[in-house]
């Protein structure tokens, strides 16, 4: 199997040690340069294993520095190290006063990108190492300064998302927007590096510049490996925390180790309320957009009608305004039995007499005024003759108008639209067994109509 020095991340890079292919041009002559001329300037790496150093250190007491440096001229006969600082930090302790150096002529994007690739292909840049490299590789690239990088990669990332909910055949690996110049320099730099997506680097490597500081530092030492140090971020007290990172650096915990370990000392979560459910679900609706996906719409329908039936049920349902003329259906059957089972509503009104004497003033004429109307007793209901119609929600018979008197089957909220009312007035009248006592309440609702349960009759109430 090929070294990692020979197996590059992606088809697009090329091992920095193949100059022929890095320059585009037979490889140049090195040369031996001081070690005093040679300046070191901002790396991608930044801590370096020390068991390895030393071992490069016995290797070039050994052989000498088999491979040279690349740096590039600065004035004053002076030069800036591209690659190589492992080596020259290695020259420098075994106290060498010159090296082997191969000098090109390179802008500042090009030192720092073959500074990168060169760290990549010869030894793992840790995972924040990394991160920050391609930070500022992006912002050399596209002229910005390295705080601008992440609020574009996390636009692009909320685009992106946002179409790929639409059901659009796109990849993580395609930009949003492919008339941006931004984002096709985000896609150049991430297709010649071959390391991974901008998209997945978004995702994954950029939360890791967020981790406490302590989590940070085991990092930049290789120390750890990035998803553990992410699970370990998750521990908000720092003495817990810290505890617990030594111990899983010292004992080489595993990953599932390491969760179960945080779950002792972490306490226990509390679930959300219902009302944060709620609303969570209702911005993940809005999120993913789930309306566009047919078969999910039509679950979502059915949920929906469960929650409406729940509040219509309890005469809550206040969800969408009533538009005139509009009938809904979403009521459950107003019957005498229901009425007579449902515990009484308080009132601080004066108590009437009795719901069975209550009489029903209903016009003989249109033209009648009120103090005309004649009264007459009602007549109690026999049991025996009920209507073999009692599964219909109930009938009702309204005053006479033009003399003539209308009687029909109506639903609830037929009847309630008739009455201009809400239907979930019905649902109150469930509530009450002392349906007379309405005449006189100052109740909106309750002035528009008076419930008479022995002869299931609706009566509106004179203002």
Known sequence: MARKRERPYGSNVTPVDSLDALFGEGRPAAELVRTSKIKTRTQPRRYFDAEKLEQLIQSIKQHGILEPLLVRPLPDNQYELVAGERRYRAATLVGLTEVPVVVRELNDIEALQLALVENLQREDLNAVEETEGILQLLA???????????????????AFEKDKGKGSDIRDNVIPNPESDLEQGVQGVFDELGLMSWYSFTCNRLPLLRLPEDILEVLRRGEIEYTKAKALAQVKDEASRLALLEDAIASSLSLSEIIKRIKAVQPPTEPPLLAQRIETISKLV????????????????????KIEELFSSDGLDESQPKKEGEVTHNEPPLTSESLQDSSPLKSNLDPLESHTDTTLAISSESSSPPSETAEKPLEQENPSSKSSDESRPFAQEEPTVGGSELTESLTDA??????????????KAKKRTDYSEWSKSKDPDAKAWQWVAESKRFVPLEN
């Open 140 to 158: 050399l690239k596209l002229n910005l300064t390295l705080p601008e990088i992440p609020p574009l990669l996390y636009q692009m990332k909320n």
């Open 286 to 305: 809005k999120k993913h957009q789930v309306w566009d996906d047919p078969k999910k719409r039509r679950k979502l329908e059915t949920l929906l009608a």
């Open 414 to 427: 037929e009847m309630a639209q008739r009455l201009g009312v809400k239907t979930s007035t019905l649902g």
